[in-house]
């Protein structure tokens, strides 16, 4: 029986990941993390802002606030997500099922070192695995964005600001980080 998840809680920080049933990948092409995060942006948005992001091809995290005021569950809004993503995604490639594990993943971000640790280990994560070499390469990730003037949903300003700008946040990033506690265990 799967552990109770503990609920999302109006104005907290939360670092929020899942997996892939199986061997499976979540995203094969290029216009799959894109449609995803189209639909993130639609169902996310008006819960919850976004710092920080990575999609793999079998994983993805994010560290989100929860909106103090959400228009509706945040839970509902992830749920609503995956089963549009899955839906498209099982319509495209001709298949039937989950695609994602049971019980979205979360942490609460309850102190400012691990808010720090987990945007650099968010951004790191394509490295840790193997699927690049030089994680600021990874193009399906928030990195990018924090240098670039474009509009984002991110909560860029706030963010550079977090790591004293531009050449704070790419310092901090070239520290190799690990988490303090097992990504299982949620």
Not at 54 to 78: D, R
Not at 165 to 180: C, N, T, V
Request: proline fraction near 5%; glycine fraction near 4%; aromatic fraction near 18%.
């Amino acid at each position: 029986m799967p552990r109770p998840t503990t609920p999302f809680e109006p104005g907290a920080y939360y670092h929020v990941w899942t997996h892939a049933n199986g061997t499976e990948n979540i995203f094969r092409e290029d216009e799959n993390y894109f449609f995803f995060l189209t639909k993130y942006a639609l169902y996310l948005s008006p819960v919850a802002k976004t710092f920080a992001y990575c999609l793999m091809p079998n994983h993805f995290h994010f560290l989100i606030q929860v909106n103090e005021n959400p228009e509706l569950s945040t839970s509902k809004a992830f749920s609503n997500l995956l089963n549009s993503y899955c839906q498209s995604y099982n319509k495209k490639y001709h298949r039937k099922g989950s695609l994602f594990m049971s019980n979205l993943k979360r942490k609460k971000i309850d102190c400012d070192a691990y808010f720090t640790k987990c945007i650099i280990y968010i951004h790191q994560n394509p490295a840790h695995h193997g699927f690049a070499k030089d994680f600021t390469k990874w193009k399906h990730s928030s990195w990018k964005a924090f240098f670039s003037e474009k509009q984002t949903h991110l909560e860029r300003e706030k963010v550079l600001e977090w790591f004293g700008g531009k050449e704070g946040m790419i310092a901090d990033h070239k520290l190799p980080i690990e988490l303090d506690f097992d990504l299982s265990e949620e």
